[in-house]
């Protein structure tokens, strides 16, 4: 059964933690099909090459932009159609909410994503981002806490609750489901860091969102990243 935990609900923003999603063996078959299935590759954004490998599925026309990068769908594997309903159905989604995912790959021990806040102007009123984590052996940590706020004067100062500190790291065990929805990102930045001593297991995130079909088509101006 499905428990949910939440982590943060506050400012229209809920950060919240499903576990069992996927039982312990639909994840470690999951996990080896789209290890050896799907061609991984650095992308390189405004900042440079990234730490992870990627590669971004999606309905018709659900482009992802971010950092400079602009991803066009490509065709949903068949292994992750049935996950992108059981994912809807377990968090209490409308069906067919999740029209993209970001699938992460993370080597052992030496892939991260630094602090930072996911974009998610395409991604619709709800601005839904669900992590789904795959993979053999410890899971990987997640730490969460407040963006930093600029005074009047426009000098970054900390915010009144303390920027600086996480407010929760959780591990994310294999099967669960990191949610992150509404204005999250507006008030939260996270970070996925590396163990002391690159203990970390190999582990697959697929990140589902709520882009909103021909969004991007109908930008103009690329999307701005504010670190």
């Not at 989604?93 to 052992?108: D, F």
């Not at 009123?125 to 410890?138: E, F, R, Y």
């Not at 407040?146 to 426009?154: A, E, L, P, T």
């Not at 949610?179 to 995130?205: K, N, W």
Request: charged share 25%.
């Amino acid at each position: 059964m499905t428990k949910k935990t939440v982590l943060i609900q506050e400012n229209n923003s809920e950060v919240a933690l499903f576990e069992n999603v996927l039982t312990p063996k639909e994840t470690t078959e999951i996990f080896k099909v789209l290890q050896t299935s799907i061609p991984w590759k650095y992308e390189t954004d405004c900042f440079g090459e990234q730490d992870r490998k990627t590669y971004y599925v999606g309905d018709d026309r659900a482009a992802f932009a971010f950092c400079g990068l602009k991803l066009q769908p490509n065709q949903w594997p068949s292994e992750l159609l049935h996950i992108r309903r059981l994912v809807e159905r377990d968090l209490g989604l409308r069906p067919g909410i999740l029209t993209g995912c970001l699938m992460n790959y993370y080597g052992p021990g030496k892939d991260f994503i630094p602090w930072h806040y996911d974009e998610v102007r395409a991604h619709g009123a709800d601005k839904i981002v669900a992590s789904l984590s795959l993979g053999i052996g410890p899971p990987r940590l997640f730490r969460l806490r407040r963006k930093r706020q600029k005074s009047s004067k426009d000098k970054e100062t900390e915010s009144i609750e303390g920027s600086e500190k996480a407010l929760c790291a959780v591990r994310l065990p294999p099967g669960s489901v990191l949610l992150m929805m509404g204005d999250a990102q507006e008030y939260f930045e996270h970070e996925l860091p590396v163990s002391s001593g690159s203990s970390d297991a190999e582990r697959i995130s697929l990140t589902f969102r709520s882009i909103v079909p021909g969004f991007e088509d109908a930008e103009l101006e690329p999307p701005i990243y504010i670190p």
